[in-house]
């Protein structure tokens, strides 16, 4: 069973795609709604409907979280409603192309969303949950985190953040009654493939899984307590072989001597 009280959850990208899936699901559990998205025509109709459907309340939020002013008020949101007890970080985008075939605006776009919102939703929520001892982060990366070769390096990294961000964060609040989930996905079908000029259907089927699937998988991660959640993966222990190395290296980066292999030869 879950351990996120039910309370409200504030979803970021909430008028399609994941965040259209964590928004119906999570109304299904019993929590009320905040929907956040640019797009506030979108998410009256879904409000609408799961108002009609789980009887929650459901309030929308219209934001552009690359504003300034949008953000902040957002981040206030979280600082200060003590019935939010969830943040769904889901909003995103990718670039058509990659840094070489984009300018700087579009660049700085992408950082704004990808990164500088997601950061300042979850320090927010996390002190405002911190001094309430409850409640959960669930900030939405993806597998290209781990995999920067086969992608635009722009966004990759952008979701390499947002996994560490969860990480450093998760351990932070490991004792203090907040739980961090980072959720990776792999290809999953949602309109951000539309939007960055790509055609999702030109992958192989058995390699791009449906918005369903991905958050029930998801939520069943954060029920079970997991701080990190692949619903592709079919091995778990890939994953934590994985991990497991780079905590051993934690360690041994950082010494006051050089390498012998980087030491010049007389």
């Known amino acids: 069973m879950s351990t996120v009280p039910l309370g409200t959850a504030l979803v970021t990208g909430a008028s399609t795609g994941l965040g259209a899936v964590y928004a119906d699901r999570l109304a299904r559990r019993g929590h009320d709604l905040i929907l956040v998205a640019r797009d506030a025509g979108r998410m009256e109709a879904l409000a609408a409907r799961l108002r009609a459907e789980s009887g929650r309340t459901v309030e929308v939020l219209p934001a552009d979280l690359t504003e300034s002013a949008a953000l902040a008020l957002v981040s206030d949101r979280l600082a200060t409603d003590p019935a ?31 990164v500088t919102a997601p950061t300042l939703l979850a320090g927010a929520a996390a002190r405002a949950f911190a001094a309430r001892r409850a409640g959960a982060v669930v900030n939405i990366a993806s597998v290209l985190a781990l995999a920067p070769e086969i992608y635009d390096g722009v966004y990759s990294g952008s979701k390499a953040y947002i996994l560490n961000l969860s990480l450093s964060l998760a351990n932070r609040l490991r004792d203090a009654g907040v739980h961090v989930q980072a959720v990776l996905p792999g290809a999953t079908r949602t309109e951000i493939w539309e939007r960055s000029g790509t055609d999702v259907n030109a992958f192989p089927s058995e390699m791009v899984m449906e918005a369903g699937n991905l958050v029930d998988a998801a939520l069943l991660g954060l029920d079970r307590g997991e701080t990190v959640t692949i619903p592709p993966l079919a091995e778990e222990a890939q994953w934590t072989t994985y991990n497991a190395a780079r905590l051993a290296m934690g360690p041994n980066p950082s010494r006051r001597e050089v390498a012998p292999r980087y030491r010049a030869r007389a």
């Open 84 to 114: 939010i007890t969830l943040l769904v970080n889901n909003a995103g985008m990718s670039m058509k192309g990659g840094l070489l075939e984009n300018g700087p605006a579009e660049v700085q776009r992408l950082i704004a969303l990808n």
